[in-house]
């Protein structure tokens, strides 16, 4: 049977790229099933960590981006790929104990008027 090549068509999107590939990465999965992975969470790889499994070449990257800490943001920016899928990878990253994530410190209260000011003393010296 000879095909016309438009079915494959439908599977790629010139600004997108490859739609598959993202699914085949998570297997489907649209939430990690390990961790919160706020866009600012630090991620780092963890030192003598060896998958058991072998990794996707996206899971390889982020190991090897993040052997300092590295946001969530600019793993999904750096790999070019939905932060979804970043998320769910990972997750599964977590899951292996191939990565360690810090969580950035919470205001536990709102920043003063006299702090505001400095801060925009500050950038005004700038």
């Known amino acids: 049977m000879h095909s016309s090549g438009a079915a494959d068509e439908a599977?790629?999107?010139?600004?997108?790229?490859?739609?598959a590939r993202p699914y085949t990465m998570t297997g489907?999965?649209?939430?990690?099933?390990?961790?919160?992975?706020?866009l600012i969470s630090l991620v780092v790889a963890r030192r003598g960590g060896t998958p058991r499994?072998?990794?996707?070449?996206e899971q390889a990257?982020?190991?090897?981006?993040?052997?300092?800490?590295?946001?969530?943001?600019?793993?999904?920016?750096e790999l070019d790929l939905p932060l979804g899928t970043v998320r769910?990878?990972?997750?599964?990253?977590?899951?292996a104990?191939?990565?360690?994530?810090?969580?950035p410190p919470?205001?536990?209260e709102l920043p003063t008027e006299h702090l505001?000011?400095?801060?925009?003393?500050?950038?005004?010296a700038l």
Not at 11 to 19: F, T
Not at 63 to 73: R, Y
Not at 116 to 124: D, F, K, N, T, Y
């Open 61 to 77: 990257r982020i190991v090897e981006l993040c052997h300092h800490p590295v946001s969530v943001a600019e793993i999904a920016a």
């Open 28 to 38: 489907g999965r649209t939430a990690p099933t390990r961790g919160e992975f706020d």
């Open 97 to 103: 104990g191939l990565i360690e994530t810090h969580e």
């Open 88 to 95: 769910v990878l990972l997750g599964d990253l977590l899951t």
């Open 106 to 108: 919470m205001l536990s």
């Open 116 to 124: 505001l000011e400095a801060i925009l003393v500050g950038l005004r």
């Open 11 to 19: 599977w790629y999107d010139d600004d997108a790229g490859p739609v």
């Open 53 to 57: 499994t072998p990794l996707f070449p």
